[in-house]
Structure formats: structure tokens, C-alpha cells
């Protein structure tokens, strides 16, 4: 009897429990979820130690441009004593660079000059007496050393035919050695400036290695990692790295451009000192017979 009694209000209360219980659980949120505005209308903040890649604070903003001159003044006594050094390198090739520049083209067009006035006709003691006392350029020189030694086989009288081979090779001798001469002059400060070319890049390099070395001794005597420290120093080392390209790019350059120039240029003057030497051995065997 009682039993029938108590299953009809175990249902009664089972049904009343779901009817309460259910709903609330439908509109009640959980209890982890955000109350406040939506995930996408907050700012985000960096974490401490972390740079705003914005650009936005004080020092971090001048960390992209960081003036010449104050790294150089910032930089280590190891350091600006590598960038002065390449700067006077730098200074010094480029006062090669010009004066052997307007020398040679100087000697191009005094050559053009004497070669127009040598096929024009005139009589070669006629240019003997022009270009004797101011033989000023290369082919003017060989030229009258050429020539004084062909006039020197003439100073005992026609010479004898036993004697036209050693004229002739003291005439061709007579203007290798000037041609030598010559080139050997105009090479001169090249060597200077391959030697700028291939050591500047070192140095500098030598300065980049110094100045991360300090960079590095700062980091660990700060304990601090952050880009504010970093860059100043690694910016003033990859400076000595520039100023050794900047001193070595434009001697290695000029450097092969000379080269080439004077290369030419003795192809030119052998090539004269051939046609001019069988211009004397025609004449030299005319004189003898």
C-alpha cells in the first residue's frame, strides 16, 4: 500500500527537478567564460622584455636610425681606429684613382698627336729635332732612342754590312728598354691599390669582429637581450665592414680598368716600335749598298 503511494510522487518529484533544473542550465553561462567586451575589440600588450614592433617607446624608436657619425663616436677605440684607417685608404686610392686617370688620358691623346705628325710625311730628323729635348710621353721616347741609336751607327761613316745585324738589335733593344721603362712608370700606385682592394675587406672585418665582441661583453654585463641593447653595437661593428667595402670596391675596380689601359697601351707602343723598327732596317740597308 505504501509503496503504491510513493512511486506516484517519485515521479511527481523526478518531473518537478527536470522542469526546474533544465531551464536553468539552458541560460545560465558557464563559469569560465569572459564577461567583458569581445576578444577582438582588446589591445594585446607585449609581455615585459619584448619590443613593440610598431615603433611606439621612447629609445626603441631610434634603434632603425642610429646617425653615422654617432656610431662612430659610440664605437669602441679598436673601432674608429679600423674606420679611420679605411677612410685615409679610401682617400689615398682615390687620389691614385685621379692622378693616374688624367695621366693616361693625357698620354692617349699625346700619342694620337705624334702618330697623326709621324705618318704625315715628315722627315724623321725634322720630328728627331722637334721631340728630342721634350720627349714627354712614352712613344716619343722610344721613339728617339730608336732613332739616336740608328744615328749612332753613322758616326764612323756608312756602316759596313758586317755591322747592320748588331745596329738593328741595338735599335729593337734601345726601345724594349724604353717601352719597359715607361710601363714600369705608369704601373706606378697600382700596387697600392690592389693592396687596399684585398686588405680592406679584412680590416673592416677585423672591426665588425671586435664590435660584436663588445656588443656581446654588454649583453652579458647587463644581462639584458633586448634589441635596444643589441643594436647599437652590432650596428657600429657591420659600419667598419662597410667603410672596408666602401675603400675596396672602387680600388679593385679601377685597379683592373688601369691594368687593361695600360696593357693596350704597351700593345700600341710595341706595335709602333715594330713598324718603326723595319722603317730603320729598311733604311740602314739602303745606306749600305
Known amino acids: 500500500m505504501m509503496s503504491r503511494l510513493l512511486s506516484p510522487l517519485a515521479a511527481a518529484f523526478f518531473a518537478l527537478f527536470f522542469a526546474l533544473a533544465v531551464p536553468a542550465f539552458a541560460q545560465a553561462p558557464p563559469s569560465a567564460a569572459p564577461t567583458g567586451a569581445p576578444a577582438e575589440t582588446q589591445m594585446l600588450t607585449p609581455p ?12 626603441n624608436a631610434m634603434v632603425g636610425s642610429i646617425p653615422v657619425v654617432q656610431m662612430f663616436l659610440r664605437a669602441d677605440i679598436v673601432v674608429k681606429a679600423v674606420m679611420i684607417l679605411l677612410v685615409l ?14 695621366a693616361l688620358s693625357g698620354l692617349k691623346r699625346k700619342a694620337k698627336k705624334f702618330e697623326k705628325m709621324f705618318w704625315s710625311g715628315q722627315s724623321l730628323d725634322e720630328l728627331y729635332q722637334q721631340f728630342g729635348a721634350g720627349n ?3 712613344l716619343t721616347a722610344m721613339f728617339i732612342a730608336g732613332l739616336r741609336e740608328w744615328r749612332r751607327g753613322f758616326e764612323g761613316g756608312p756602316p ?3 755591322q747592320v745585324p748588331g745596329i738593328k738589335e741595338r735599335i729593337d733593344k734601345a726601345m724594349n728598354v724604353t717601352i719597359l721603362r715607361e710601363t714600369d712608370a705608369l704601373e706606378k700606385g697600382l700596387g697600392l691599390l690592389a693592396t687596399i682592394g684585398a ?20 649583453i652579458a654585463a647587463r644581462h639584458d637581450t633586448t634589441l635596444a641593447v643589441v643594436a ?6 657591420l659600419f667598419a665592414t662597410a667603410a672596408g667595402l666602401f675603400a675596396a670596391i672602387p680600388a679593385v675596380i679601377f685597379y683592373n680598368r688601369f691594368i687593361n689601359e695600360i696593357g693596350r697601351y704597351t700593345n700600341s707602343l ?14 740602314l740597308d739602303e745606306k749600305v749598298r
Request: aromatic share 12%; glycine share 14%.
Open 270 to 283: 710595341d706595335a709602333f716600335g715594330d713598324e718603326f723598327s723595319a722603317i730603320l732596317s729598311r733604311q
Open 160 to 162: 759596313r754590312e758586317s
Open 199 to 218: 686588405v680592406a675587406p679584412f680590416v673592416g672585418l677585423f672591426g665588425t669582429v671586435w664590435g660584436i665582441m663588445n656588443s656581446f661583453s654588454a
Open 136 to 138: 714627354d710621353h712614352p
Open 48 to 59: 615585459s622584455g619584448v619590443i613593440d614592433a610598431t615603433g611606439g617607446g621612447g629609445d
Open 89 to 102: 685608404a679610401s682617400l689615398w686610392s682615390w687620389t691614385i684613382i685621379f692622378n693616374k686617370s688624367t
Open 232 to 237: 647599437p653595437g652590432i650596428a657600429e661593428a
